[in-house]
């Protein structure tokens, strides 16, 4: 047994200097720039290419077998210029000898220097790889147990100051890597390894230079094909005209993302991406990655940031909001589930400057009739916080030229199920509590009913139906306010606290059109209003009246109200017609201490004109609401006209028009004309003093004092 040993190791000893004779008869009679030539000529017979080693070619053998060349370039495809398509200046790579010998391939350091690669477009399309990637592939053998076993291993790769340059004639771009130095530790199957690249960057379209930085640890399983990616940090610094802002960074951080190409998986976690004064999170799945999209889920999440300021540095218009803190903390998350044609949101969340606004939604355009869900619930909304100060008002707010709101094919292919909910909502300076909108279409049917919200100790309430599905839309919708302060109300929006009044409106209108101006001119429907112990602003009836009295004696005078005078009353109502546009009432009756008054007249929308009469009656009481109506008490009636556009009316009295009156005016009055309307007049001011009046017969110092209504306006 010894002698069998001891014949073992001498015959491995002998192995041994064999193999060490053959390697120094090897490298003293083999020299590999021999086969420069017959490289470079099989290179061209192939591709045509012209290979050049303009420096000898160095090999080692012990303890790896190694290549290391210095300066070799790659021709050019023919057309695209004397400079070569690739160019290094100097690599080298080796196998370790020991492992080969076992059948397995593990190689050093791989060291690349002044890498340059030149890839070119021409205007036609024509590439500079055309001639080398056009060929037809080689038929792909079936994998054999070798291969799946195949392992690669490589202690690290050095790549220093290499350079990529895209020049696309075509498209007239031309992009620019420079600079770029990429190192890595050791790389072995599924065992994570340092990396850290540098590199500058230039684009002329679009407009951009910069430097990106990443820094990390990434896996290669090339048998699972299995990428990993952890602890990764990447930043991109960029300046230029099409740079958002001009210049900006961002900075990303990633704690884990694998991709596995049999899965065709990719999975993402911790990822944050921060930049223009935002930081936003992800977590998510990716499935499909090489044959295109099929599903992704992820969770997003946005940190507090001023989005005046990120507008700012993004170089975007910055809005001018009514309060300047607005916009200034913007948060919120969102799960978000996708697949090719259907978005589905869940869980949504949105903080805006203390506002909380929750909802889920869903769109689906997989099918011929997109489908859009949507739910939002509000805690508060402050719109006016958002909106310019310097909001246009009356003629300067112009309509534009094209005043379409709606369109009539994109309602026949809509399919909407909506609703919203907001527990307190401001607008205009208008409070409300507990709004709640649902709208649903189909089929070019579109209903927006309810639309309720409380309101000033009232409750507004509306509906609204679209059919779009004959030429052009058809609109329905009803309006209702029950019991809503006008003073409160007034003072929100106006800022006057001289208004007073309960109102109530009830009505039903019909338009059709797509423009505005086109449902104006084809407004149709009828509404009755209420308005009770309030304030009438723009002019002052009993005023007026007393100023055409006393000017009786100027014929051809015309009196005007200054527009900012008021009229207490104890009620208004009426009926309001609309036919084609024009609003039309005939029934107006206005009841407040010292007169009454009816009136009718029309209101023209399209033209946004007026064009009413009131008749106004002095009297003598000191009722408002609940006293008798015009036609049954005695007084002196006024003409008084409202006229010219809406939003400025014009109220006046034509003093002969008022003298013509007179003689009906005091029919049944007690007296001469003279006579009757000093007893009126007088009456009329004891009326308004409420210290002695009389009405339908009742002595006044049978009634007791009144007390003084809202905002002491009675």
């Known amino acids: 047994m010894t002698k069998i040993v001891k014949w073992i190791g001498i015959g491995a000893a002998a192995a041994v200097i064999l193999v060490a004779v053959a390697v120094v008869v090897f490298l003293s009679t083999f020299d590999i720039n021999d086969y420069r030539e017959r490289i470079a000529r099989a290179v061209h017979d ?7 080693f303009d420096e000898d070619l160095s090999l080692t053998v012990f303890p790896s077998l190694g290549v ?3 300066r070799v370039s790659l021709s050019n495809a023919e057309g695209f210029g004397p400079q070569p398509m690739l160019q290094v200046l100097g690599a080298k790579v080796n196998v370790k000898l020991i492992p080969l010998l076992r059948g397995q391939i593990r190689f050093g350091m791989l060291d690349i220097d002044g890498l340059t690669v030149r890839l070119k477009r021409d205007a036609g399309g024509r590439a500079n790889w055309d001639d080398l990637t056009g060929r037809e592939d080689a038929p792909v053998a079936e994998e054999s147990s070798a291969d799946k076993s195949f392992s690669l291993e490589i202690e690290g790769v050095d790549i220093s100051d290499a350079n990529l340059v895209w020049d696309d004639r075509r ?3 031309k992009f620019l890597l420079r600079g770029l130095n990429l190192k890595t530790g050791r790389i072995f199957r599924g065992a994570p390894f340092p990396v850290d690249v540098r590199l500058d960057f230039e684009c002329s379209r679009p407009d951009a230079r910069g430097t990106l930085t990443l820094s990390g640890k990434s896996s290669v399983d090339f048998q699972a094909r299995e990428y990993g990616h952890m602890d ?3 930043a991109v610094e960029a300046q230029g005209a099409d740079v958002p802002g001009g210049k900006g960074r961002v900075e990303t951080a990633l704690q884990l993302l694998v991709a596995n190409f049999s899965r065709e998986t990719v999975q993402v976690s911790g990822l944050t991406v921060s930049g223009y004064g935002m930081t936003v999170h992800c977590d998510g799945t990716v499935q499909g990655v090489m044959d295109g999209l099929k599903k992704a889920v992820a969770t997003f999440k946005a940190e507090p940031f001023d989005a005046k300021k990120t507008l700012a540095a993004l170089g975007m218009d910055v809005p001018q909001t009514g309060d300047p803190a607005a916009l200034t903390a913007l948060g919120g998350m969102a799960e978000v589930n996708y697949a090719p044609g259907d978005l589905h949101v869940p869980s949504l969340e949105l903080h805006c400057d203390g506002a909380r606004i929750a909802g889920r939604l869903r769109i689906r355009e997989a099918d011929e009739e997109p489908f859009y869900f949507v739910r939002l619930d509000a805690d508060k909304l402050d719109l006016d916080r958002y909106l ?3 909001r246009p008002e009356g003629a300067a707010a112009e309509e534009p030229e094209d005043d379409r709101i709606l369109f009539t094919e994109a309602l026949k292919n809509l399919y909407l199920d909506a609703e919203a909910k907001v527990a307190e909502f401001k607008v205009e300076g208008m409070r409300m509590q507990n709004v709640a909108i649902s709208a649903k279409a189909r089929h070019g049917l579109v209903r927006i009913s309810p639309v309720s919200a409380d309101a000033y100790s009232g409750k507004l309430s509306s509906g609204l139906t679209i059919n779009a599905m004959g030429v052009r839309p058809k609109i329905d919708f009803l309006l209702g306010i029950d019991k809503v302060q006008v003073g409160p109300l007034a003072r929100d929006v106006t800022g006057d606290e001289s ?13 059709e059109g797509e423009k505005v101006s086109t449902m104006l001119q084809t407004l149709n429907g009828k509404a009755t209003f209420s308005l009770t112990d309030g304030v009438f602003p723009g002019v002052d009836l009993l005023g007026l009246a007393r100023s055409a009295h006393d000017s009786r ?5 015309t009196l005007e109200g200054s527009g900012k005078d008021r009229t207490s009353f104890g009620s208004i109502t009426g009926t309001v017609v609309a036919v084609n546009g024009l609003l039309r009432n005939r029934d107006l009756e206005v009841k407040a ?7 009718e007249g029309v209101v023209s929308l399209p033209a946004r004109e007026i064009d009413y009469i009131a008749r106004v009656k002095l009297v003598p009481t000191g009722k408002g609401q609940g006293g008798a109506d015009s036609g049954d008490l005695y007084g002196i009636m006024v003409p008084i006209h409202v006229t010219g556009p809406l939003d400025h009316p014009r109220y006046w009295v034509s003093v002969s028009e008022y003298i013509k009156s007179l003689g009906g005016a005091v029919i049944g009055t007690v007296g001469n004309v003279v006579g009757g309307v000093k007893n009126v007049l007088k009456g009329m001011g004891q009326a308004i003093d409420k210290s002695c009046c009389e009405e339908d017969g009742e002595p006044a110092e049978q009634k007791k004092p009144e007390k003084k209504g809202l905002f002491g306006i009675f």
């Open 46 to 52: 192939e591709t045509g290419r012209t290979l050049v």
């Open 68 to 70: 290391e060349m210095g």
């Open 388 to 390: 310019p100060l310097d």
């Open 553 to 557: 004696d100027r014929k051809g005078e």
């Open 593 to 599: 201490p010292g007169l009454r008054a009816t009136g």
């Open 171 to 173: 498209d007239d771009r």
């Open 232 to 234: 990764m940090k990447l």
């Open 499 to 511: 208004y007073a009044g309960l109102a109530e409106v009830n009505g039903a209108f019909a338009c």
